[in-house]
C-alpha cells in the first residue's frame, strides 16, 4: 500500500498545470495526508518535484522561414528575335534550252562552273542548218543577176520610149519587172539572215554572269526545242532571294504594329533582317524585306515574303535551305529569368510574392530572349510584382523571408 501511494502520489503531481512553488505547497499538503511514507519515499517524491517541469506548458519550436531571392520586376529594353524558314534562290534563275534541233557536239563547262556572260556553253550539230546558209547565200547571187538584167531591160526601153519608137507601157512593165527582181533580192537575203541565225543558235553562250546546274545530257544527246528538260539552268547569285512565309496572325501583328499605307511602305520600317545558313552559322551580310506576293493563299492560309542578301562571295547557291530572323526591340518589357520559371501542362509558372510574405504560383505568358536565359513576360504579371527566383518547388501559401536583389546585377549577366 506504501508504494501504491507514492505511485499515486507520483502520477497526481506529474500531472499538474501549476508553477513550482504551487507544486511545493500542494506535496506539503499531502504529506500531512501520508504521514506513513517512508524517507526514501519522501526522497524520491522531492526529486520528481524540483527535477520536472509541467510538461502541459511546454510550446513546440517552429522553425523560421527561409531566404529566398526575390526579384521585384521592372520594365526595361529587351530584344527578341522571330525565326521563319526559308528557301534561298538566285536573283536571276535562266534555263538553257536549244533554240533548234540537233546533237549535242560539244559541252565548254562543267557542272557547278562559274561563267561570264557570253561564255561559249554548248554547241549543236545539224549539218542542215549549214547548208541553209550555202543555199541562201547561191539564192542571193541569183537575184543580183536578176536584179541587174531587169535594171537593163529598163535602160534599154528607156531611150526608145522618149523618141516613141515603143509605147511608155513597155518602159513600166520593165520598171515592174526591176522591182520584182529587187524584191526577189530582198527575200533571199531575209532567207540568208534566217539561215546564219539558225547557225548561230547551234552555239549557246551565257546570257548573263552566274553559276551553271546540273547538265543532264552528255555529248551526242539529241537535243531540240521542244525537250521537257533544259540544257542547264544558270542561276545568277550575285544577290540571293530568301522566301519565307507568313500566317495571317502574324501578317495582322505586323500590320497593326506599323504606320504606311501600303504594305511596302510598312516593310520599309523594318530593320535589316539575319540569315542563319544551314549549319546554323550567322551570314555575315545584312538582308531587307520585300514583299513577294501581295496576296494569302487559301492552300496555306499564308503570305510569301522575301529578303535580298548580297552574295558577294557566292557561298550562298540557289535551292539551299536557311533562316531569315527577324529581330524586335521592346521599349519596356518585363524579364524573368528562365530559371525561376517552370512548366506543367504546356503552361509555365512562376512563384509571385503576395501580403505576408507567402508565395503564390502564377500562370504566365511568354516568349524568351534572344539568348534563352529570360522571359519575356506578355501576361500574367506586371510591373512592380515580386517573383521568387530559386523556389520552383515551394508550395502555395508558403511563408519565406525574402532576400530582395538588384535587377542590375542579374540582366547585367545578358
Aim: with cysteine; proline share 5%.
Amino acid at each position: 500500500m506504501k508504494f501504491k501511494n507514492v505511485h499515486n502520489l507520483t502520477h497526481s503531481i506529474s500531472f499538474c498545470d501549476f508553477t513550482r512553488k504551487n507544486k511545493l505547497s500542494k506535496y506539503k499538503k499531502n504529506m500531512q495526508g501520508h504521514k506513513q511514507l517512508n524517507t526514501i519515499g519522501m526522497a524520491v517524491i522531492l526529486i520528481i518535484l524540483l527535477g520536472s517541469g509541467c510538461s502541459g506548458n511546454k510550446q513546440v519550436k517552429k522553425d523560421p522561414p527561409k531566404d529566398y531571392s526575390v526579384l521585384t520586376l521592372k520594365p526595361r529594353p529587351a530584344t527578341t528575335y522571330n525565326d521563319f524558314p526559308a528557301t534561298m534562290q538566285g536573283e536571276n534563275i535562266v534555263e538553257i534550252r536549244p533554240m533548234v534541233d540537233g546533237y549535242l557536239e560539244e559541252i565548254y563547262v562543267p557542272e557547278g562552273a562559274m561563267v561570264k556572260k557570253g561564255q561559249l556553253l554548248f554547241k549543236i550539230q545539224n549539218p542542215m542548218y549549214d547548208q541553209a546558209v550555202v543555199t541562201a547565200k547561191a539564192a542571193i547571187k541569183i537575184a543580183i543577176a536578176d536584179v541587174n538584167t531587169a535594171k537593163m531591160d529598163v535602160e534599154k526601153v528607156r531611150p526608145l520610149v522618149d523618141r516613141e519608137i515603143v509605147s511608155k507601157y513597155e518602159l513600166e512593165s520593165a520598171s515592174y519587172a526591176l522591182q520584182s527582181k529587187e524584191a526577189a533580192l530582198a527575200q533571199a537575203k531575209a532567207n540568208l539572215a534566217n539561215a546564219l541565225t539558225n547557225v548561230g543558235y547551234t552555239t549557246l553562250r551565257s546570257p548573263q554572269n552566274g553559276i551553271i546546274g546540273s547538265i543532264p545530257y552528255k555529248k551526242g544527246a539529241l537535243v531540240s526545242s521542244t525537250t521537257s528538260s533544259p540544257l542547264t539552268v544558270l542561276a545568277n547569285t550575285s544577290n540571293v532571294f530568301a522566301y519565307f512565309s507568313w500566317n495571317e496572325k502574324q501578317l495582322l501583328a505586323f500590320l497593326s504594329h506599323r504606320s504606311g499605307k501600303t504594305v511596302q511602305e510598312r516593310l520599309k520600317q523594318l530593320p535589316p533582317v539575319t540569315l542563319i545558313l544551314a549549319d546554323g552559322s550567322e551570314y555575315p551580310e545584312k538582308g531587307r524585306i520585300e514583299t513577294a506576293s501581295g496576296l494569302i493563299t487559301t492552300e496555306t492560309g499564308t503570305a510569301s515574303f522575301k529578303a535580298i542578301f548580297p552574295n558577294p562571295l557566292g557561298i550562298i547557291h540557289s535551292g539551299a535551305s536557311a533562316v531569315v530572323r527577324l529581330e524586335q526591340t521592346l521599349d519596356s518589357a518585363l524579364l524573368v529569368p528562365q530559371s525561376a520559371s517552370y512548366e506543367l501542362q504546356d503552361k509555365r509558372f512562376v512563384y509571385a510574392l503576395i501580403s505576408g510574405n507567402r508565395v503564390m504560383n502564377r500562370a504566365i505568358e511568354s516568349r524568351p530572349t534572344n539568348d534563352g536565359q529570360f522571359l519575356i513576360v506578355t501576361n500574367g504579371l506586371k510591373k512592380g510584382d515580386r517573383v521568387v527566383l530559386d523556389g520552383t518547388n515551394l508550395k502555395d501559401s508558403t511563408v519565406i523571408t525574402p532576400r530582395y536583389v538588384k535587377g542590375d546585377s542579374i540582366y547585367s549577366q545578358r
